[in-house]
Structure formats: structure tokens, C-alpha cells
């Protein structure tokens, strides 16, 4: 940071290289093999879903929200879904609020990732072509039911099912991740199932669509 800003003179420097995104950035190198956030701010304001974990974007992330805001007011079928055990700012202007139990959001992402499958929404060719160890992935997500994941959650069976569908069914999905993620014991693990469902999907590395660590 102090290379770019103070000697070539840019303010267009953010990683995760601070302690406070320790979880994120072992969960990408994991991911990816290096610590690299896979999409643009651009990205938002061209998806049709937004999913927001851990994140009360319209307090920490002012000026990103109100393009959000900004974008759905032009495409009003965005969709904006909040998991967050509390009812935030953010919350307040989505479709869907899942009030998740701590600790729940690995379980919830399993239970996503054994859902795509199991819809037809998986990307066979990019999952063989550009992974390794879906199946064994799949393995762990598999028994994760969405009357498991209810049960683990508390979150009420119908609202996940109408969460699952809504990602299975909408191409162009970004997930934003933040604090709620990774300040937990479970952090590393919280950002892999994300990512995870992104990479069985193919939806990265392509405009409007992503897992995005803020």
C-alpha cells in the first residue's frame, strides 16, 4: 500500500493482506492458489442477484450499496438476498433477509452446493475442466438436506429452498462476503463454501457474477 499511494502515486490498491481478512485470504489461497479476489465493483451493478453474507454493505460499504441501489432502480428485477443473524441497514432494502444462526453459513452453502447439483445447475465442462476434488466436495455437501440445513440454521425450510432456487436459477450471481464471514473460528471454511458454489456453478471469472471478499 505505501508503494502504490505513496511512491507511484495511485489509490487503486485493496487486498486482503491485513489481519482482520486472515480467513479470506486462506480460504482464497486454498480456492485459487494465491490470494485474489475474482471480480470487479463492476460486477455488482450488472448482476441479477446479489447475495450479501455477513455484510451491512450500506453502513461499511456506503458508496457500494448506493450503486447497488442505483442499478436495481434501473433493472428493477434485481434481486438482493441478506444473511445476517441481525436485521441491518442492508437488510432493509432486500427481497430476502435469512436471519442465520451463527455459525451456520457452512452448513447453508453445503446444503447450496448439494441443491445445484441436484437442479441441473452445475457446470460440468468448468467444474472438469478448471477444478479438482469436486467430488469429494460433493461428498461432504451431500447429506446436508435442506431439513438438515433448517435444523442447523434455524432458518424456516421454505425460505432456503426459495434462497436455493433463486441462485440455481439466476445466472448472474454475485456473493458478497465480509466481516460476518471471517471473523469466526470457522472463517476459512465459511469463504471455501462459497466459493465452492461458484466453481460448480462456472459463475466467476465472468462479468456480473463472482464470490467477492469485501
Known amino acids: 500500500n505505501k508503494l502504490m499511494k505513496g511512491f507511484v502515486g495511485t489509490a487503486n490498491i485493496d487486498t486482503n493482506s491485513r489481519l482482520c481478512m486472515a480467513s479470506s485470504v486462506a480460504g482464497h489461497k486454498r480456492a485459487?492458489?494465491?490470494?485474489?479476489?475474482?471480480?470487479s465493483y463492476a460486477d455488482f451493478?450488472?448482476?441479477d442477484l446479489i447475495v450479501l453474507v455477513g455484510s451491512n454493505l450500506a453502513w461499511c460499504h456506503p458508496v457500494l450499496y448506493q450503486r447497488i441501489l442505483a442499478a436495481r432502480e434501473q433493472r428493477p428485477d434485481m434481486r438482493i438476498i441478506v444473511i445476517d443473524p441481525r436485521r441491518t441497514s442492508a437488510a432493509e432494502a432486500a427481497d430476502l433477509h435469512l436471519a442465520i444462526a451463527s455459525d451456520g453459513d457452512v452448513a447453508l452453502f453445503a446444503g447450496l452446493l448439494a441443491h445445484v447439483v441436484a437442479a441441473n445447475a452445475?457446470?460440468?465442462?468448468f467444474v472438469a475442466?478448471?477444478?479438482?476434488g469436486f467430488d469429494?466436495?460433493?461428498a461432504m455437501a451431500g447429506p446436508w438436506t435442506i431439513s438438515r440445513v433448517a435444523h442447523v440454521?434455524?432458518?424456516?425450510?421454505?425460505?432456503?429452498?426459495l434462497f436455493y432456487d433463486l441462485f440455481a436459477d439466476i445466472e448472474n450471481v454475485v456473493t458478497i462476503?465480509?466481516?460476518?464471514?471471517?471473523?469466526?473460528?470457522s472463517g476459512t471454511d465459511k469463504a471455501n463454501a462459497i466459493i465452492n458454489c461458484h466453481l460448480a456453478t462456472g459463475r466467476i471469472g465472468r462479468p456480473?457474477?463472482?464470490?467477492f471478499s469485501i
Open 32 to 39: 485459487f492458489g494465491a490470494d485474489t479476489v475474482p471480480g
Open 45 to 47: 451493478e450488472t448482476a
Open 122 to 125: 452445475m457446470d460440468t465442462r
Open 129 to 132: 475442466e478448471h477444478t479438482s
Open 136 to 138: 469429494a466436495a460433493l
Open 153 to 161: 440454521t434455524g432458518l424456516p425450510a421454505p425460505e432456503i429452498a
Open 177 to 185: 462476503f465480509s466481516q460476518g464471514v471471517n471473523q469466526s473460528v
Open 208 to 211: 456480473g457474477m463472482g464470490p
